[in-house]
């Protein structure tokens, strides 16, 4: 039996992806909020451009989140915002 090669449907809509950066976890993790504690650490999959990865680490704080991420090109955006931002106590790699 052959390995499945895992894809990511919305790899080509610029439109989507403008979108995603601009998640919270104040608003879309809302729900997972009340459970995120300081010093836990994360690890957020699926991370994409990492919005939601920094917000978790500056709750968690001085935890770690880590963001994970099939796609490179996500990864990378997320140390950019990472590195904007300042944020010591997180960062993102692909997997
Ligand atoms: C809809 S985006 C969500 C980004 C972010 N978590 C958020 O909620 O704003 C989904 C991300 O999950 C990634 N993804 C999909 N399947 C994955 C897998 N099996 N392992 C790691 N990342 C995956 C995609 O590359 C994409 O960047």
Redesign the pocket.
């Known amino acids: 039996m052959r390995p499945v090669l895992?894809s990511?449907s919305?790899?080509s809509n610029p439109d989507f992806e403008n979108i995603?950066v601009l998640?919270t976890v104040a608003i879309?993790g809302a729900f997972l909020k009340p459970h995120i504690k300081s010093c836990m650490n994360v690890l957020?999959?699926?991370?994409?451009?990492g919005?939601?990865t920094l917000g978790l680490a500056e709750i968690v704080s001085p935890g770690e989140a880590i963001g994970?991420?099939?796609?490179p090109s996500?990864v990378e955006k997320a140390e950019t915002l990472r590195s904007v931002r300042g944020i010591k106590n997180a960062r993102s790699v692909s997997?």
């Open positions: 895992e990511y919305q790899e995603m998640r879309e957020d999959v699926g991370c994409g451009p919005s939601i994970i991420d099939l796609r996500q997997v």
